[in-house]
């Protein structure tokens, strides 16, 4: 299994775009890259998925290196809502396989 | 779409006593069902993984006679705490695998036991 690294935390003010890096060195052929949003007492909330290069839906980006050793997720103009705990998530086809990251805590400043 | 729900949301109980946790599936057929639980300030730890019609899967360290865990249909997962003791409080989360590697995740369910 590919294990993650992620910064603990991070401060941005708001309006600024974030990037959070997720390190996965011993990433697989087969395995995927997901993010996940967290706020207090929920359930994680999906956010992006990718594989390689770059992948970009209505609230996100997530860019891949060609080596996949590591992620970004980018989040632009961020708000004060955006203040949650995200994940990386690196996982195989299958679904079965996967390891869950120790999460980036981020903080919006007004 | 790809909504998953849990029941209770939270349950306080006595220890010695069992509770059980459902999660659901709302608008898919979820093949895989994952149950997690959560400390205060830490990342996710996955329990078990649960197969319709099979019997779920634990991770090492997790007491299978202590959270049982039964996936009986396509759209429902439960997962039961026997003899709760104050040491299984904790934030219980399950989620939904709708196809390969997508999960779903459920509000979540806070357990404290008194």
């Known amino acids: 299994l590919a294990k993650t690294t992620q910064p603990i935390s991070m401060d941005s003010y708001e309006g600024q775009e974030v990037n959070i890096t997720c390190s996965h060195n011993n990433i697989a052929t087969n395995d995927y890259i997901t993010w996940y949003q967290q706020f207090p007492s929920q359930g994680p909330r999906f956010i992006i998925q990718g594989y390689k290069t770059k992948v970009t839906n209505e609230v996100a980006s997530l860019f891949i290196p060609a080596d996949r050793k590591s992620s970004t997720l980018s989040l632009p103009r961020v708000s004060l809502s955006d203040t949650a705990v995200y994940y990386c998530?690196?996982?195989?086809?299958?679904?079965?396989?996967?390891?869950f990251g120790t999460g980036t805590s981020l903080t919006v400043i007004p | 779409g790809a909504v998953v729900s849990q029941h209770p949301s939270w349950v306080i109980c006595k220890s010695g006593t069992s509770v059980k946790i459902e999660c659901r599936s709302l608008?898919?057929?979820?093949?895989?069902m994952f149950w997690y639980r959560q400390f205060p300030k830490q990342s996710l730890m996955l329990m078990a993984t649960s197969n319709e019609g099979s019997k779920a899967t634990y991770e090492q360290g997790v007491e299978k006679d202590k959270f049982l865990i039964n996936h009986a249909s396509l759209t429902l997962s439960t997962l039961t705490v026997t003899s709760a003791h104050p040491e299984d409080s904790s934030f219980y989360i399950c989620s939904a695998g709708r196809q390969s590697n997508e999960q779903f995740f459920g509000p979540g369910t806070r357990l404290t036991v008194l």
């Open positions: 608008d898919f057929q979820a093949t895989t």
């Open positions: 998530l690196v996982g195989d086809s299958t679904g079965n396989q996967f390891y």
